[in-house]
């Protein structure tokens, strides 16, 4: 099979999102611009396919997205067995000897909550004669986070830095930090940025954002905004992400005022709000049932060049869909389908429908057709009475 034809089955195969795992199939529709129609593949139709594939030195070097794709399709069916078909069947080229190759994969079993599976490639990297470093440390560490297994991090650090000689950086501490906040351990948490530092790791932004998303998620208001005062005493600058958390944080409190004065001074800072920035502020709207004002939130969106999202159209439509306003949502449909942004069936079905009723029947005829025929092959349908 040439590596042409190869890259062609692969985005016929990964470009959908749904599955029917009891039959061991998946439904994969298109979800991003390609001339690959769409069609239904079995589970292992995708793991010989990727088998194939990596066959393709260049495949292996550069064809991560695909990887990932792969395993998210086959770990949303359930069938763990094709993932470690397909990230065993590695080992049987060069790559596996290299430790950025042998990382990917260790992340792949955690993408898929297959920690065992992710710690026995660490533990088997020696006989593979690759060397192992705080890299795939660090890769470790984030497979036990996404397996939702965190109350083995504790251990790992325990166990594996000595006996290996590795020594963790500010990565692997930044890593701990996000597994004590995710068990909810949030004042062990806190209390480890200080422990590092005079052990002479240097807390960095991603420390910071870590530890104010959990306080400002568990509603520790004050020890948010003295956490902002521990970052400028340490030199610490916050970025746009630290932004957005303090951004949501006012939300989540209703401090309504108080976001909009806090999202002018982001630009004034000199920041351009981004995706989050914004679909934070129509959560807000949305929470108020205000469409005019999600409205004005959306063109400020598209304005500054900020494309809206999924979320954004799935707050949007809805909202929308309940004030009646079905030429808004209509545009909004539009917009998905033109900007190739999925949007669920659901949603877009309940807008044929509010045309219908409202007697744009010409629209809904339209956005049916439309839907049709784009990428993702929606199955919508007019009321039977049109």
Excluded at 163 to 174: A, D, H, Q
Aim: hydrophobic residues 40%; charged residues 25%; contains cysteine.
């Amino acid at each position: 099979m040439s590596t042409f034809s190869t890259i062609r089955r692969l985005r016929g195969i990964f470009t959908g999102d749904s599955h029917k795992a009891a039959t061991k199939t998946i439904d994969l529709k298109i979800t991003k611009p390609t001339n690959i129609t769409s069609s239904n593949h079995t589970v292992q139709d995708i793991v010989n396919l990727m088998k194939e594939s990596s066959k393709c030195p260049k495949f292996r070097r550069e064809g991560r997205g695909y990887y990932e794709l792969a395993i998210h399709r086959l770990a949303r069916a359930k069938h763990f067995s094709g993932i470690e078909e397909i990230i065993e069947h590695q080992k049987h080229y060069p790559d596996i000897r290299h430790e950025p190759f042998v990382r990917l994969l260790i992340l792949l079993y955690g993408k898929a909550r297959m920690f065992d599976h992710a710690r026995k490639l660490f533990d088997e990297m020696p006989q593979l004669n690759c060397q192992r470093s705080v890299f795939t440390f660090n890769a470790l560490l984030e497979s036990c986070i996404r397996s939702e297994r965190y109350d083995e991090i504790g251990e790992l650090f325990r166990e594996l830095p000595a006996k290996l000689e590795i020594e963790p950086n500010v990565v692997s501490y930044n890593l701990a930090i996000k597994a004590l906040c995710k068990a909810g351990s949030l004042d062990s948490a806190l209390l480890l940025m200080d422990v590092i530092e005079k052990h002479g790791i240097k807390p960095n932004i991603v420390t910071c954002n870590t530890l104010l998303n959990a306080l400002y998620g568990s509603q520790r208001f004050a020890e948010a905004e003295n956490l902002w005062i521990v970052m400028e005493n340490r030199n610490i600058v916050p970025d746009l992400c630290s932004y957005n958390i303090r951004l949501r944080g006012l939300i989540k409190v209703h401090e309504v005022s108080k976001a909009i004065q806090f999202f002018e001074e982001i630009i004034k800072k000199g920041f351009k709000p981004d995706k989050f920035s914004y679909n934070t502020m129509i959560t807000m709207c949305v929470d108020e049932g205000n469409l005019e004002e999600a409205k004005m939130w959306y063109q400020k969106m598209v304005q500054n060049g900020c494309l809206p999202v999924d979320a954004t159209f799935h707050m949007l439509i809805p909202l929308a869909c309940d004030a009646k306003k079905f030429e808004f949502a209509l545009h909004l449909c539009k917009k998905a389908i033109e900007s190739q942004v999925l949007v669920y069936r659901e949603i877009m079905q309940r807008v044929i429908d509010g045309l219908f009723e409202h007697s744009e029947i010409e629209n809904a005829k339209e956005l049916v057709k439309l839907a049709k025929s784009c990428n993702f092959h929606y199955e919508l349908w007019l009321p039977l009475h049109s």
